[in-house]
């Protein structure tokens, strides 16, 4: 199995642009996290998703995030538009009952 | 949830035993031990987790107190490849897996 499988690893844009992460769960997990992780707040959740359906998104900071799973092997999340501040590693990971299984992440950087 | 409590950082020495502590004082009848860590520029990696019982794995053994108020995780024999960032959490094993990471121990081996 090839794992959580994220793109890009890396992305540099500038302010004002939309961005949009993916991620590909492992095939036959059926809960999908999204986290950000940044030096001063550390490791957050943002949104998860079980079955296709998100379940708890009381931590996307605001409405310029939002995040889809139109089916079971594919996720985004997007930030629209991108501001300095949403710079960080944003990490994807997906659930075989209780354990996580983490992807690599996208280092973001908005200039 | 469950608070719970690590020292920030650690030294071990190339070969010896690892030992991290976690204090989880709060901890709930049916809320689990459990323990990532992060290699820098990794996202997290599972190594283990308990209820009661101490358990062990091909990566670590975890000893958790009899009170279930404390626990800690042994690297039998460290190699440079386990510095990395600990993080033991403390949740039931419900919401598929969902976790909130604190700032964990940095381990760092050193030859």
């Known amino acids: 199995d090839a794992g959580v499988i994220q793109s890009p690893r890396h992305e540099v844009t500038e302010m004002g642009q939309e961005v949009t992460l993916r991620c590909k769960p492992i095939s036959g997990h059926n809960s999908l996290f999204w986290y950000r992780q940044t030096m001063m707040r550390g490791l957050e959740l943002l949104i998860y998703?079980?079955?296709?359906?998100?379940?708890?998104d009381s931590g996307m900071p605001e409405d310029r995030f939002s995040a889809k799973m139109p089916n079971a092997s594919f996720s985004t999340l997007k930030i629209q538009p991108s501001e300095p501040r949403d710079s960080a590693v944003y990490f994807c990971?997906?659930?075989?009952?209780?354990?996580?299984?983490f992807g690599a992440g996208t280092r973001l950087s908005v200039l | 949830d469950a608070k719970t409590t690590q020292p920030p950082s650690m030294d071990c020495a190339e070969g010896r035993a690892a030992n991290l502590p976690c204090n989880h004082s709060?901890?709930?009848?049916?809320?689990?031990v459990y323990w990532y860590r992060q290699i820098h520029s990794q996202g997290p990696q599972y190594i283990i987790h308990g209820l009661k019982n101490n358990e062990t794995n091909e990566m670590a053994s975890l000893i958790i107190t009899e009170d279930r108020k404390s626990s800690t995780l042994i690297l039998p024999h460290a190699t440079l490849r386990d510095t990395a960032v600990y993080y033991c959490?403390?949740?039931?094993?419900?919401?598929?897996?969902?976790?909130?990471f604190g700032d964990g121990t940095t381990l760092t081996v050193k030859p």
């Open positions: 990971a997906s659930t075989r009952g209780n354990i996580q299984y």
């Open positions: 959490i403390v949740r039931a094993n419900t919401n598929a897996g969902k976790s909130t």
């Open positions: 998703f079980n079955n296709n359906v998100p379940i708890d």
């Open positions: 709060t901890i709930s009848g049916n809320e689990y």
